[in-house]
């Protein structure tokens, strides 16, 4: 299926939008048992060009060192939920106040390599919301145009495998950050949610 024209990417206040498109969505639920984590997928409140907000992990974290992502992490018992969860993670981040995000829906559970069970959630943010890098945790905070992924103009395509499935999951490249593996996986469900973008994960592409 063809995205959706710009015109509707930029028409009414975009909470109202995600909001509308996501509440007919049912998003996976994987019946594992396995240690679980929340992110936040971060768009700002832009009526004519909406950007996501994307992190790059340091290089001297035990995980995912150097890799693109969003910002999340493991729920803690003092966490109501892992929408909590995510929000305490991206103030715990990025410095993003949780007041400041308004949280229209869950996307589709993915699983880390490393165990996790990892539940993302649509939020929305002030596009002058104030962000600041943890050194401990993030060298850079970094976001990217939606229309850039509607393009999908991809640098690859990653063959995953993933419980008797091979996904074939886009990477994409803005300026010096690549954005593939599973901040990949949720970018593409939220695409696909939101605007129709019709990304097939489990079809091979020739790129």
Not at 72 to 82: A, C, E, H, P, W
Not at 141 to 147: N, S
Not at 152 to 170: K, L
Not at 181 to 206: C, I, K, M, Q, W
Request: glycine share 6%; net charge negative; proline share 8%.
């Amino acid at each position: 299926m063809a995205p959706h024209s710009n015109a509707v990417i930029g028409s009414g206040k975009l909470h109202n939008l995600l909001s509308e498109r996501l509440a007919g969505y049912a998003p996976r639920q994987l019946a594992l048992d396995y240690p679980e984590a929340g992110v936040l997928v971060p768009v700002t409140e832009d009526r004519s060009h909406p950007e996501i907000v994307f992190t790059l992990r340091s290089a001297n974290l035990n995980t995912h060192r150097g890799q693109v992502s969003f910002p999340g992490g493991k729920r803690d018992k003092q966490d109501g939920s892992l929408a909590d969860t995510a929000l305490r993670e991206a103030h715990e981040e990025i410095g993003l106040a949780p007041e400041l995000v308004q949280v229209v829906a869950p996307l589709s559970q993915v699983m880390s390599r490393h165990g996790i069970l990892v539940t993302p959630y649509v939020g929305v943010i002030p596009a002058d919301a104030p962000l600041t890098a943890n050194p401990a945790e993030i060298e850079s905070i970094f976001r990217v145009p939606i229309e850039f992924f509607l393009e999908d103009r991809r640098e690859r395509t990653d063959a995953i495998p993933f419980m008797n499935h091979t996904f074939y999951v886009p990477c994409y490249r803005w300026e010096r950050y690549q954005i593939w593996g599973l901040s990949a996986v949720v970018l593409v469900d939220f695409l696909n949610a939101v605007y129709d973008a019709g990304v097939d994960l489990l079809e091979p592409r020739t790129d």
